[in-house]
């Protein structure tokens, strides 16, 4: 799959198992056992203006720096490069055979002219970040690869930093889909997004949250020029019938107190092709036609998400019921709702005040939530 969901989440509730939990909310799924850490309590959305955190590299130094003079797609000769980094020609040839195979980078190389990129990079920037941002500004955590934005975050959580905190990556080494999928994660083309809250009030404050970040997301595309969005329950955003972004949110603490939610956001971007997606999917820029500054994507997807978060901790999810039911499109459709081994073929008729699916099966109304369902249309839809 192209497009990352993260799925560990952990309930550390006395007496609950993960699946009894996880049954409670839709869009949620279980942490894989060995996951979860102790983590602190800290406060909620600060009140205070929070300055943005220096950006977090894990790439050798070398290539680092390699990267950064390559990155305008430009040439450059060998002995320029060399002279630059202060290394052989030889080094700076091994340094981007590394480039090409770790990061999956594309470089051209021609005689006499030296070594370009085959398409300029715009890296993800704490500071440009700052710029475009409006409103409350996060801390954010950058990294060029990690395994997983949403397991950084968990891990931030459990270490003590306060929340609300930014988790971003250029690139993931584990990223992971709902019921365990993989999730394909090229370098410096898509967003790779993870936002860590302090929750209190217990699961009520919780629920419908992974539609209301859907609504969030989707109205961010639509900023950017993307049409033709709308949302797949619980967790999808889609674009003519093709995934754009995929949305899990994880949860560790007491869901019955206080808990540490983490909600995790993948968007195509900048892809334009990837052989290992096995499923439908588009990306903003094919969609407009254009490359997308994905420095400004954070900083709008920020503010838009700071927007709805702040409505619901106010009405809940029930004062955005009717504008999710407009934007759902598989509204009035015929579908099967699989758990497992279990399928159960109905109509949506909607979401109720909670975020359940509202299907009419064999004529009776009834809901449905979890972390582990999946809703297809079926053939005669």
Known sequence: MSFLAFNFLRYAAPGRSNGELCSLLPGWAPIPQGIARRWQPFSYASQRPLAIMPA?????????????????????????????????????????????????LSIHKVRGRGY?????????????????????????????????????????????????????????????????????????????????LRVEGGMRQLEGLSLVVGLAVMRTLQ?????????????????????ITGILLELVGDPADVCHVVLGIGINVNMQANEQVD?????????VGATIDRNRLVAMLSQQLQHELARHRRYGFAAFQEEWEQAHLWQGCKVSLIAGTTRIDGVVLGVDGQGGLRLEVDGVEKSFSGGELSLRLRDDS
């Not at 091994?94 to 990061?103: A, D, I, M, N, W």
């Not at 499923?279 to 969609?287: A, G, L, P």
């Open 116 to 196: 370009q990129l085959a398409a300029p990079l715009a890296l993800l920037d704490a500071q440009a970040i700052a710029a475009a941002a409006e409103g409350e500004q996060w801390p954010v955590f950058i990294h060029d690869t990690i395994d997983s934005t949403n397991a950084e975050g968990l891990r931030l959580a459990g270490e003590g930093q306060v929340a609300p905190f930014l988790v971003l990556a250029e690139r993931q080494s584990a990223g992971r889909g709902r019921r365990g999928r993989m999730w394909v994660s090229p370098f410096a083309e898509n967003l790779y997004y993870s936002l860590v």
């Open 223 to 243: 900023a950017f020029g993307v049409k033709d969005v709308g949302l797949k329950w619980p967790n999808d955003v889609l674009v003519g019938g093709q995934k």
């Open 56 to 104: 977090l590299f894990q790439v050798e130094t070398g290539m680092l720096k390699l990267l950064n003079l390559l990155k305008d797609g430009r040439f450059h000769s060998g002995e320029a490069l060399g002279a630059a980094l202060g290394v052989s020609r030889s080094a700076v040839w091994k340094q981007l055979q590394h480039l090409e195979s770790e990061l999956n």
């Open 279 to 287: 499923q439908q999917w588009t990306s903003m820029r094919r969609e």
